[in-house]
């Protein structure tokens, strides 16, 4: 039987400092997360004192409470999810075709196609010409404002485009062909089946995106029964600011306890309304865990 290597002094330090290090990363990673869902669920009085810093403290779910009574909140969630789903849905179907179609060593123009999409990456309108264009095709206060100007990322094309290349082999589209399979049956029943773990990457790049996009919302809708659940968090962190900056000028005391008070409620909402805007994503993760893994080592292994 072969003897296990032994390690050097060397080695050893090397392994104790990446412990130490990736402690560290756990910590810096994980604090936040504890404290927003420990927050969520203290009394806002103790949190803003700083007397709850890690752990629950006085434990209220009277924030869950208001943000499931919130008929905003459960607006935005809906709007939210529609855009996430659609949204997806649209990048995939432009994503994926576009990606396939540049893969293709017998596709002709490719490479000048690719450099025009390369463009894109380091060249822009900006934010006015943007909405100018949003504008001028009729799209302003509707669903694909947010949609259709972020169709698809070139980066995800050439990531995609990268799998397509290193996975799907030469013989199988030319056996294919051979048998008579259209090129479009061939993406649809060949290549897609095949590609589970790109479709996977790419659905949880542009859903989280999309889930968390409020910038567009704020620039293209005007509608407050439109908004997705990210600009109805802004309007309470914004709302929350302005209270507070109206109690500390408050000059009478019964208005000044009422002002904070409506500012704790607020904080308590804030926190939870994180929890809830965040757990769908937490919650999808894991099913897509196996395939993102797969994805993300896309062009890592070569020969």
Not at 193 to 219: C, D, E, K, R
């Amino acid at each position: 039987m072969a003897s296990a290597v032994k390690e050097t002094r060397a080695d050893k330090v090397f392994v104790f400092c990446n412990y130490i290090y990736l402690i560290l990363a756990f910590i810096v990673v994980a604090y936040p997360i504890i404290y927003i869902i420990s927050a969520s669920i203290s009394d806002p009085k103790l949190v803003n004192s700083g007397e709850m810093w890690l752990f629950p403290k006085g434990i209220t779910f009277e924030g869950y409470a208001r943000v499931f009574d919130n008929a905003k909140i459960w607006s935005g969630y809906k709007n939210t999810i529609i855009y996430t789903v659609v949204g997806t849905l649209v990048n995939l179907i432009v994503t994926l075709p576009a990606a396939y179609a540049l893969s293709r060593k017998d596709f002709v123009g490719r490479n000048f196609f690719m450099a025009m999409f390369m463009v894109t990456m380091f060249f822009g309108g900006g934010l006015v010409p943007g909405y100018l264009l949003v504008k001028n095709l009729g799209l302003i206060n509707s669903m694909w404002a947010l949609i259709l100007p972020g169709a698809a990322s070139v980066w995800n094309i050439i990531v995609a485009r990268t799998f397509f290349q290193s996975t799907i082999p030469n013989e199988l589209q030319e056996a294919a062909q051979i048998d008579g399979c259209t090129n479009m049956r061939l993406f649809i029943k060949i290549v897609l089946p095949l590609s589970a773990p790109i479709i996977a990457v790419m659905a949880l790049f542009y859903g989280v995106g999309h889930w968390n996009s409020y910038f567009g919302a704020l620039i293209y809708l005007n509608e407050e029964a439109k908004y997705p659940l990210q600009m109805i968090l802004r309007q309470i962190l914004v709302l929350q600011e302005m209270s507070a900056e109206t109690t500390g000028a408050a000059v009478n005391s019964s208005v000044a306890a009422a002002l904070n008070n409506k500012a704790e409620v607020a904080s308590l909402i804030k926190y939870a309304v994180i929890i809830v805007s965040t757990l769908p994503v937490i919650v999808v993760y894991p099913f897509l865990q196996r395939y993102f893994v797969q994805g993300v080592m896309i062009g890592s292994v070569k020969g």
